[in-house]
């Protein structure tokens, strides 16, 4: 099944070098003076913005899949994100200028992603970019960011093992999701592990990671089964769990799968009280598409609930409700997305400037008190500290914590402060 993956992420990267061969050098929306200046020295039309500062805005863009098979989750992340700009701007948006937003659709496939992005930060001139889901969208536009040394604000939490200059991470390192969910198990007395996921770079790593935590940590796996995105048939994957001994399961399933796969583990008798799914990728919009019969009990890892109980986030939901319609739910994607533009507006206040650098320079330190709790950004791996929380899916369809962290949590994408994690650590491309 790895080898599968590798080879569809390959494929995708492959169509991004491809994507940035046509594309680069072209000066799409800048001067002839920045493109003589580019091509004196010799940057191939990567080194040199185009974002305009001189009128009363500044363009800022958007890449989400607002069409195939991603569309049902990315649509909620766009919206949190047009909620965010319409917030700033009403307050007088970002050193005193309006953001004007260039949506693109990344369409749910990585080479789209890379294609937009480049068209985002080339043509449309945009002075940051926030967007994509998938790890493959992520690795996709990774390199068009750093060719162009451009900023991408992703949201997603994600397997890690990565840091780019060019990106900063709202969502999730691994040390912030997978471990305190294993950490949980293991205190709930839980020692045999049964993983089953989809069959792409964040279920691989991130079972990677659950092997060596349990290695070290006094449990075992005992099953492993992954499946194509958009797979209906868990039959001979819920029997295999069935045998396997397994007191919990750890799902990384994302997308329809979650509904096959929680139809078929009711059907076939398994309940949560006695052999609990902790999932990675179930959000409270995901409930009612599984149905709440179907996960009713169970558990997830994130960073933040619809149900969490501060002043910031009862203001988020009562806001996003009145805006988008009182039966939308939020969740943790989405509000990692609306913090980011937050984040990138205090990292430019700080600085005083758009410019990518100065915008980098000023990020470390920065702090906003978001729905999910008070954030700061890592300036050295641009990743944030976040609490973690552990949920249950409750009879109201919303998800209500049963664990947190005791604060913050600093993040460590490459996992370096766990002795269990060093053949990971030895392992991963920098």
């Given at each position: ?347 430019v206040e700080k600085a005083k400037s758009f410019a990518v650098d100065d915008v980098k320079k000023a990020a470390d330190g920065i702090t906003f008190d978001a729905p999910e ?58």
């Amino acid at each position: 099944m790895a080898f599968s993956s590798i080879r569809r992420l390959g494929a995708a990267l492959a169509a991004t070098a491809a994507v940035i061969a046509t594309t680069a050098g072209c000066g799409w929306g800048r001067t002839v003076a920045e493109k003589e200046a580019m091509d004196a020295a010799g940057s191939g039309g990567s080194a040199v913005s185009c974002v305009d500062t001189s009128g009363s805005s500044i363009k800022i863009g958007f890449v989400n899949s607002l069409s195939g098979t991603m569309a049902i989750s990315e649509k909620t992340v766009s919206d949190s994100l047009h909620m965010a700009v319409d917030e700033i701007n009403a307050k007088g948006g970002v050193l005193g200028k309006q953001l004007e937003v260039v949506q693109q659709d990344g369409k749910s496939e990585p080479a789209v992603f890379a294609e937009k992005a480049k068209t985002l930060i080339e043509k449309n001139c945009v002075a940051a970019v926030f967007g994509g889901w998938t790890s493959a969208s992520r690795k996709a536009m990774k390199p068009v960011f750093e060719a162009d040394n451009a900023l991408l604000f992703y949201p997603l939490q994600y397997e890690g093992m990565e840091a780019s200059p060019n990106i900063f991470y709202s969502g999730a390192a691994p040390n912030q999701q997978i471990v305190p969910a294993l950490d949980y198990l293991k205190e709930q007395g839980h020692k045999k592990l049964f993983l089953v996921g989809s069959d792409y770079v964040f279920p691989q790593t991130a079972n990677r990671i659950v092997k060596a935590y349990a290695a070290g940590n006094g449990m075992e796996v005992v099953g492993e089964e992954y499946t194509p995105m958009g797979s209906t048939d868990f039959n001979t994957i819920v029997n295999k769990l069935k045998a396997s001994g397994a007191d919990a399961v750890v799902n990384t399933l994302n997308g329809d799968s979650n509904v096959a796969f929680f139809k078929e583990y009711k059907a076939s008798g398994l309940e949560a009280k006695t052999l609990p799914v902790i999932s990675m990728s179930i959000a409270e919009e995901e409930v009612a598409s599984i149905g709440l019969d179907n996960v009713l009990g169970q558990l997830t890892a994130w960073n933040y609930y619809q149900t969490l109980d501060s002043a910031e986030n009862q203001t988020f939901v009562k806001d996003f409700k009145a805006k988008y319609g009182a039966n939308r739910p939020t969740s943790d994607p989405m509000e990692s997305a609306y913090t980011s533009v937050y984040l990138w507006k205090a990292m430019v206040e700080k600085a005083k400037s758009f410019a990518v650098d100065d915008v980098k320079k000023a990020a470390d330190g920065i702090t906003f008190d978001a729905p999910e709790g008070t954030v700061t950004v890592d300036g050295e791996n641009h990743h944030i500290a976040k609490t973690s929380y552990i949920g249950e899916i409750g009879s109201d369809s919303l998800i209500h914590t049963v664990w947190k962290s005791d604060g913050p949590i600093d993040p460590d994408p490459y996992l370096k402060t766990y002795d269990w994690a060093s053949s990971l650590q030895s392992s991963s491309a920098q």
